[in-house]
């Protein structure tokens, strides 16, 4: 049990809880994940399932997560414990243990594709400097590689995690994201000048409404806006509860939603069009009729791109993947401190040790996943994002419109201060969310 001597550690400021949760939105579900599912699921129909997705579900689920942590104020275990009442604890224990095993699944894969950022990183700095042999074998897929560069990620964040909430997570997250952003901008204003370029544009941005219901294309598409968001696992949770009560929630949810969905919608539109010019320029992007090797596509289109730049194409992908190899680490750094909050907090074991423990844990876990690629890889991922992300919404759904404190909490808290916008979103909370999520779900089943 948590020792009452234990002093959380928190955010200093409001800016604090933004940065952080933006640092874990943001990341390769956006431009590794996010463009690969629209270019395999029709591009303008995905994009458009994904916004409606992301404003019906996403976002209320978002806010479900973080008003849990931020009242509860404890990790998410403790947290959903405390949300569950005296009836339902064991019930709201199991959901925060199932949502630190989401975490650590996240973990498993997500450090694998960091792994490949941080190897086309270094690759074009080899190349840079002429050394062409390493360059090749960096930018090609291979067990070996991952056998490396995934310890080597896992490593560089956990250093930066023992350091603490305050100095390791508020410090870096954020700070290079703006920079991310103008590349992305720049890469994409660079693409759409191409030739070929127009042909993707209207994929992406024209939705076939045919493809639109699709079960198969919804549930990706949610599974995808879960995933971006970071929802379902506890990390959003974590960050709620180091943040000072008393916030003006809904607002820092929407425009944490608003950036991270803007770069997930960048990222298509330069991937995308990427696809088309690199097979105007007689690139295969297509075999047999479907587009290759799915997660390998922006390692298969990117190199192209910056490669049509000619010398600083080199300079280009050097910063374009060391950008994406941090923005990989502010996403990890939330889902670890899943984790390691519930160790310290509930373990009485001290934080260095926790976040070593959890590391060594993620590392034979994607280990286990390298050595068994083809089988667990695709596999991990579709059961977190399809599976566990939403039902752990759901979850969230139920206790804050229902089980909290056997009541509605939101509509409570907005009788009490008469906000009729706040009291209408907890109806919509209680209602309408679990249902549209029950319907998407028997749709796929069915
Ligand atoms: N949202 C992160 C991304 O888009 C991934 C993530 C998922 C992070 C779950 C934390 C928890 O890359």
Redesign the pocket.
Known sequence: MSSPTTTRDSFHSRLGFILAAAG???????????PTQAANNGGGAFLFVYLIVTILLAVPALYAEVYIGNQAQKNPVSALMQACGHRFKKTGRNAGIIGLV??MM?LSF?TIVAGWMLAHALSALFELFGIIDIANWLSTSSTLRNIIFTPIFIVLGAFIIHQGVHAGIERWSGRLMPVLLLMLIGLVIYILQQDGAQEGVALYLIPDFNQVLEPKLIISAMGQAF???????G??MVYGSYMKKGQDIGKLVLSIAAL?TFI?FLAGLLIIPALFVAQHAGQEVFSEGNLIGEGQLIFQILPSLFASMGSVGLIVSFSFFTLLSI??LT??I??TEVPVSYLVEDRNINRKHATWLVSAMVLIASMILIAFFDLLFGLVIQLLTTIL?PLMSLFYFIVVGWVWQRGNQLTDIAQLQQDRKLKAFGFYLRYFCPILLIIVFINVAF
Not at 24 to 34: D, K, P, Q, R, T
């Open positions: 874990s939105a943001i990341g390769l579900g956006n431009i590794w994940g996010f989401g975490a996240m997500y995933f971006s968001l970071s929802i379902g696992v990390g959003m991270d997930a923005a990989a996403s990890t939330s889902s992300q």
